[in-house]
């Protein structure tokens, strides 16, 4: 399972506005009460923001407390993906024992359609 997303450059905060859920629904803001970070709801899944000193998003992450939330992982790959859609921008993606992947939005693209 991937837990951890982090970008090749970082993403402006304000591509958040434009994003919106499975259901059409735009995200919604909250301070995560388990780890203090800024995150968003993104189609029920409680998904961390990673912010840089400039507060562009430098990756998303799934807290320890929110691994059952069904369906989580694949709406943080979809989260990134619509971040970095048409950015020209790839991302580390982290499993949950260590391992890690590169990958484009085309990849992205296609692991959410497989």
Same mark, same amino acid.
Request: net charge negative.
């Given at each position: ?22 259901? !059409?629904? /735009?995200?919604?803001? %909250? &301070? ?8 968003? #709801?993104? $189609? ?10 400039? !507060?562009? /998003?430098?990756?998303? %992450? &799934? ?8 369906? #989580?992982? $694949? ?40």
């Amino acid at each position: 399972m991937f837990y951890k997303v982090i970008f090749e450059k970082p993403v402006e905060y304000d591509r958040l506005s434009i994003i919106e859920d499975n259901d !059409g629904n /735009i995200v919604d803001y %909250q &301070i995560n009460r388990y780890t203090g970070l800024d995150s968003l #709801i993104y $189609s029920n899944s409680q998904i961390d923001l990673l912010l840089n000193d400039k !507060g562009e /998003i430098k990756g998303l %992450q &799934i807290c320890n407390e929110c691994t059952k939330t069904f369906n #989580i992982e $694949s709406h943080l790959l979809q989260l990134a993906y619509k971040l970095v859609m048409n950015q020209n921008i790839s991302v580390e993606v982290f499993e949950g024992n260590g391992f890690s992947e590169i990958m484009d939005g085309a990849s992205l693209e296609e692991y959410l359609e497989s």
